[in-house]
Each structure stands twice: as C-alpha cells, then as structure tokens.
C-alpha cells in the first residue's frame, strides 16, 4: 500500500532514536502520511543486534515507543508529544539487520489528556515483525524537554532531498 507524505517531524542532535548526530543511533526519519499515521524509516546496524545478525528487541519496543508516541501529532502544528505510560509488545519474527525497517504508528483513541495507540515493524517483505500497543499521556515537547525555548540545536527539521513523496508499505 502506498503512502502519501504530507509532512517530516522534526529530529533532535543526540536522541537515540532520530537523533543525527548519536553515533550508536537508529537515525529514524519520521513522515506524516495521508492513511493519518506515521512512518518511521530505520536501517538498524551491528550496534543495534542482540542475538548475532538480528536486532535487539528492546531496540525494536524502543523505536515502536517512538512511532506510537509521536503519532499524536499528526496532522497539527502544535508539538503536543506522547509520554509513555504503558507498552505492550508481541515479537513474532526476528529482524535482520542492514535493511530498511518500516516502522507505523498511529492513534486509535484520544482523549483531552492522554491517548492510545498502535504500532508494527514491517519487514522488507510485508511481514510484521513486532507489534505493540501503549497508552500514553499528552505533554507540549517543551514540558518534556524542560526548556522553555528548543534552539534549532536541539530540535529541527532535517529536510533531505532523498526524503521521499510516497511511502511503499508492503502486506
């Protein structure tokens, strides 16, 4: 199934999980798509594995934590974030490394304060690796940064020209 990009999120310097310049990090790029969830690109490395050739699965709960939680900001200006409060997650296929991951995220209840979602690692071939649900509460980016003011250090939106227009999720 293809997905329209509508927008990238924004990516921080160091955060293990989007962050560019963290040397041992997944460096996930995050899009906004047209089906109202987020898809979040990763090529996890040797650094990422656990068992030989395979990636950690606390790596794997992490960047489906990440994806659930910033799906709550799709489709608004206002950096509202997700603050984990409870995952559960479901392994059912090891995930190798050296190949482009796609990892979805989305909502699927929200309330004023706090939010649910769900996630998948798809594989290369349309296979769900991992799925996850979690529930999560609603804070401004700012709140849980602890800075009132994220400087374009901190927090920006790293535009790419391979960034892409569509996103082919296969299954």
């Known amino acids: 199934m293809k997905h329209k990009v509508l927008k990238k999120q924004h990516i921080s310097k160091m955060c293990f999980v989007c962050g560019e310049k963290n ?3 997944l460096h996930a790029s995050f899009y ?3 089906t109202n969830e ?3 690109l990763i090529r996890p490395s040797d650094q990422h594995q656990g068992y ?3 990636m950690h699965g606390g790596i794997a709960a992490t960047i489906l934590d990440e ?3 910033r799906s709550i ?3 608004k200006d206002e950096q509202i974030w997700g603050v984990t409060l409870e995952l559960k997650t479901r392994f059912r296929k090891p995930i190798p490394l050296g190949q482009e991951l796609k990892i979805i995220g989305r909502v699927t209840r929200e309330g004023n304060r706090f939010f649910e979602g769900t996630g998948e690692i798809v594989l290369p071939n349309g296979e769900i690796a991992v799925s996850a649900e979690g529930k999560y509460m609603k804070a401004d980016i700012y709140r849980i940064s602890s800075e009132s003011i994220l400087s374009e250090d901190d927090w920006f939106l790293a ?3 391979d960034d892409p227009t569509e996103i082919e999720v296969p299954g």
Request: charged share 30%; aromatic share 4%; hydrophobic share 25%.
């Open 67 to 69: 994806t659930i939680g």
């Open 38 to 40: 987020l898809v979040a």
């Open 73 to 75: 900001c799709n489709g």
């Open 32 to 34: 906004e798509t047209d």
């Open 23 to 25: 040397d041992f990090g």
């Open 52 to 54: 030989p050739r395979r």
């Open 159 to 161: 535009d790419n020209p």
